[in-house]
């Protein structure tokens, strides 16, 4: 069975509005870049990621720097320095990975440091590919593990640089050990020849090798240079987790010294001799076109270079960036709004509507039979659920610099996907990608929204403008808010129903909602772009519920509107987690049980689930009363292969507001490489999805956002933060991902919790509390 | 032409008056620790020091700021790690790290004019906004640093009562003590002169 068969049985249930059969190459690009999770058969993984140990020669800058493979050079002072192939967003990939490799060289921590890895294939990302293919995390049937296998091999062959779907550690995983491991036995070897001594007589030991019998030794620098002769170990020798002493450890964070004393460097703080600066105005419509303006108006003003118009957006250049805005601010622009101007959140919302009834579906899931298990039930359950669109508002507003010189490019830019970066500067110069030069900042979070590359296209544009001299564009936060790919808005729909034992016989879920996929492509590679094969994304969370429900159906109803969407931490499980987890306690209630306990009864064959839920249960005190007007909410949800728990403890005040007290948080991510990370990246996962669950909610109006800047996008701030604790479980599982997982699950746990307080159940998000009632104002008229 | 007094050091700008401070640091004296958010005054990114007071750079134009003396977070630990730089590393505060200048300046201000706050007063000095969610560590950290507070405070007062009774117990042997031996008895100890 080719892959095509296997992708052509998903089902499609309207064959009239069917899919175009795409060719193969377009649906294994468009799959593969949906971002996810998934495994990849382990001996194919082993045996690449010993190819992956070559030399790349664009790794050494300097002859002071000896390069033992691809992935770590060694200076001879001793400094270790490792290539990093996946972006620093706050995630703390840097210091993890280099964890990693530092592990099996037994580097010495204090003298290891991390570059930003060359654009190579080498360094590709070749899980995030394998992850956006339509099959389950769980499903190791021979169709799901070809698809995998046939991702991972386009995922090689693409070579993607890439930073996503929680993927960088499970990627770097096997290659940055085995790079450790090489470069060690290559030092060792190099000893042993010096000494003349057999290697078996050698030992390693943080930056040294000994000579145990002599008590001689060298430092790793000492032997850098020639070890770098030598060709690598056919079969490098991995340690055993036991002999462990960085990996599983609290090492402090690599990026922390410089990011509390002001030395870090964002794209933002990029200065290059001459440098202009750019400010930029997109028009206000999704769709829209620069129709015209008058550059008169502000040529003379104090600093003004030059105005650049950008088909969609026009942009002025001046020598600071506040005089770019002032100048931009004053200059009369005229847009063609186009046809998207009528557009507002009503109409989105009333087209879901419309869609989830009577548009056509996919089928993500389904198991036994439905209907007529539904028709049998005791008593059924409905509802129905939605989500607004959210913004990513990530600290570092949008920004790239940019420099064309002699039919060459090179830009600097905070970005989740170097690879995407040097393709959309190419384009956007009209060169070939190989005369294009990437270097990566620090990002001031990423949280999906930089792995797309609109703000680097328009970087390149500008410069384009004013060959030989360097161009910083940054967006003003209010262009940030209002030209962002947003998590998109999507309503749900449930039934489901009961025996007279109030045992689930049937689920029945239909979302409807657009493609976060097909929007990317569309930008990105609107070659590939299509509506097949279906978009894991849209149902991810929903499909793998892991609840034994022996009759199940999930659905999804594409639903396109205007508005460019993205991959928003955690992309589908964002709003899955939140619908699911809600209903299941919809349930729990009409069966009479214990939510927590009703969770339970459905996890039989999952301890993995069952132990992660059993932890935060009992850390939380599950069951234990709570103050007067106090509620505890639980919630529950698998992704990217990690698994999550969390109890959250609410209070509704005098003033309908809602309270957050404690958040309690179980996470089974199998080794937690740094478990201080996991338990930071917990905390910052909590935080950004109850920020989402309170506050969160851009809205349309005559085609355009209505938020802003932050006292219109509003953000949790300290004084709201509840008190957060998080309880790592290792059930052996293999790696999971840890920077998204904590996302999904914070705000069903807080609308349980709200229910439980109040009895009132929300099913939109943010979560808001109709206001203490007022007097009726006048008698109805009806 | 501005004269702007930037940790410590005279510097002449050529500005538009209603220049914010926060664009001057950043592309005129290339002082980019200092961060740009919201440009409203509203999540303190850009928090620099004026004559000591925590203040948003982003809406303080530089025609305000003539004779004051501004502190960026350059300036804050120059010579050595500023205490609130070393408890955010002790509670490995930062994860993006982009809003963090502006937190340990608040905190910095905070804290230097009120060592002991309560946690109320630090939500309302801290209403800067960190997206990663690094509020409970940055909570950790400070009650840290107000705890060492109370630790010093507590040896100094140690300190002193040891002393008060050290001086006593000499008072009494040289009370009880033939006259010309009091001579002879050795100084007392450098710290009791303090």
């Avoid at chain 2, 300190?159 to 009370?175: H, M, P």
Wanted: aromatic share 6%; with cysteine.
């Amino acid at each position: 069975m080719s892959a095509l068969d296997a992708v052509s049985a998903v089902k499609k249930k309207d064959p009239a509005r069917g899919p175009k059969r795409p060719s193969r190459r377009q649906f294994l690009v468009a799959g593969g870049l949906a971002g996810g999770g998934l495994f990849v058969g382990y001996i194919a993984y082993l045996l690449r990621d010993r190819d992956r140990l070559a030399r790349v020669p664009a790794f050494v800058r300097n002859d002071k720097e000896f390069a033992l493979n691809a992935w770590v050079k060694i200076v001879p002072d001793g400094s270790v320095v490792v290539a990093v192939p996946h972006q620093e967003m706050g995630q703390g990939i840097h210091t993890g990975l280099a964890t990693l490799l530092a592990e099996e060289l037994d580097a010495d921590w204090s003298r290891v440091r991390v570059e930003e890895a060359p654009l190579d294939k080498i360094y590709g990302n070749y899980v995030m590919l394998g992850d956006g293919l339509p099959v389950g995390p769980e499903d190791s049937g021979i169709l799901a593990t070809t698809l995998r296998w046939v991702g991972f091999k386009v995922g090689e062959g693409l070579g993607l640089l890439a930073t996503g779907g929680s993927t960088s550690m499970r990627n770097a995983w096997e290659p940055m050990r085995l790079a450790g491991a090489s470069a060690r036995e290559l030092l060792l070897a190099t000893a042993a020849k010096k000494w003349r001594v057999p290697a078996a007589e050698c030992a390693t030991q943080t930056g040294f090798v000994l000579h145990v019998a002599s008590g001689r030794r060298f430092g790793y620098g000492e032997l850098a240079s020639e070890a770098a002769q030598l060709p690598p170990p056919a079969a490098p020798r991995l340690k055993e987790a036991k002999d462990y002493r960085l990996i599983g450890k609290p090492l402090p964070r690599l990026d922390a010294p410089a990011k509390v004393n002001g030395t870090a460097q964002f794209g933002i703080d990029v200065r290059l001799p001459d440098m202009l600066y750019a400010a930029l105005a997109q028009c206000p419509v999704f769709g829209g076109a620069l129709k015209s303006y008058d550059e008169a108006k502000i040529r003379a003003l104090p600093g003004v270079k030059a105005v650049v118009p950008l088909g969609n957006a026009v942009a002025v250049v001046a020598d600071s960036w506040w005089r770019a805005h002032q100048a931009l601010a004053n200059l009369p622009v005229v847009w063609d709004e186009g046809a998207n101007a009528g557009l507002d959140s009503k109409a989105i919302f009333a087209q879901y509507g419309r869609d989830i009834e009577s548009g056509a579906t996919t089928e993500y899931r389904a198991e036994g039979e439905v209907w007529p298990a539904m028709a049998r039930a005791a008593q059924t359950v409905e509802a129905r659920y939605s989500v607004p669109l959210l913004a990513h508002a990530t600290m570092e507003p949008m920004n790239c610099t940019a420099l064309l010189k002699d039919g060459r490019c090179e830009v600097w830019a905070p970005n989740q996907s170097p690879s995407l970066v040097q393709l959309a500067a190419a384009r956007s110069a009209g060169i070939d990608s190989d005369k294009v030069v990437v270097h990566t900042t620090l990002l001031g979070g990423g949280f999906g929204r930089r792995v797309e590359t609109d703000f680097v296209a328009q970087a390149v544009s500008i410069a384009k403008a004013l060959p030989g001299k360097p161009v910083k564009l940054l967006w003003s936060r209010e262009e940030d808010m209002q030209h962002d790919m947003y998590r998109p808005a999507v309503i749900s729909k449930f039934r489901a129903g009961l025996d007279p034992a109030g045992r689930p016989l049937a689920w029945w879920n239909r979302i409807a909602g657009p493609s976060v996929t097909r929007s990317f492509m569309d930008r990105t590679l609107p070659a590939a772009a299509m509506d097949f094969p279906p978009d894991k994304a849209n149902a991810d969370g929903a499909a793998e519920i892991p609840y034994a429900f022996p009759n199940l159906l999930v659905e999804h109803a594409l639903s396109k509107t205007p508005v460019p969407i993205g991959f928003w931490r955690s992309v589908g499980h964002s709003y899955n987690a939140f619908f699911t987890e809600c209903f299941v306690d919809e349930l729990a209630l009409a069966a009479k049980q214990d939510p927590y306990q009703f969770r339970r009864s459905l996890l039989g064959a999952k301890p993995r689930l069952l132990k992660v839920l059993d932890t935060v249960a009992t850390k939380a005190g599950w069951g234990r009363p709570l103050g007067i007007g106090m509620g505890r909410g639980i919630a529950l949800h698998a992704s990217f292969r990690s698994v999550v728990a969390q109890v959250a403890e609410v209070s509704l005040e005098a003033t309908g507001e809602v309270k957050v007290h404690r958040v309690v948080c179980a996470i089974d991510c199998g080794l937690a490489v740094n478990p201080d990370i996991v338990v930071a990246q917990m905390e910052s996962a909590i935080i950004f999805g109850l920020t989402a669950a309170l506050f969160g909610e851009i809205t349309l109006s005559k085609g355009r956002v209505e938020q802003s800047n932050f006292p219109s996008y509003e953000m949790l701030r300290l004084a709201q933060s509840p008190a957060i604790e998080v309880h790592l479980v290792d059930s052996g599982a293999p790696l999971g991902g840890v920077g998204e997982p904590g996302t999904p699950p914070i705000a069903a746990a807080l609308a349980n919790a709200l229910f439980a307080a109040s009895g009132k159940r929300l099913r939109s998000l943010p979560l808001r509390l109709p206001k203490p009632a007022a007097a009726p104002a006048a008698a109805p008229t009806s | 032409m501005f004269e702007l007094r930037i940790n410590g050091e005279m510097r002449s700008v050529d500005v538009e008056a209603d220049t914010p401070l926060l664009w001057v640091l950043r592309d005129t004296l290339g002082l980019t620790g200092t961060k740009y958010g919201c440009g409203v005054g509203d999540c303190g990114s850009c928090t620099v020091h004026v004559d000591g007071q925590a203040t948003r750079s982003c809406i303080t134009p530089v025609s305000a700021l003539a004779g004051k003396a501004i502190t960026t977070i350059e300036g804050l630990g120059a010579r050595e790690p500023h205490p609130v730089q070393l408890a955010w590393l002790a509670q490995q505060v930062p994860q993006c790290g982009y809003c963090q200048p502006g937190m340990v300046m608040a905190t910095a201000a905070l804290l230097a004019e009120k060592p002991r706050p309560s946690d109320e007063e630090i939500g309302i000095a801290l209403s800067n906004i960190c997206r990663c969610g690094t509020y409970p560590r940055i909570l950790r950290a400070v009650h840290g640093l107000i705890d060492a507070d109370l630790r010093r405070e507590q040896t100094q007062k140690e300190a002193a009562e040891r002393e008060a009774a050290l001086a006593q117990e000499e008072a009494a042997q040289r009370s009880r003590a033939p006259r010309g031996a009091a001579q002879n008895a050795p100084a007392p100890k450098k710290g009791a002169q303090r």
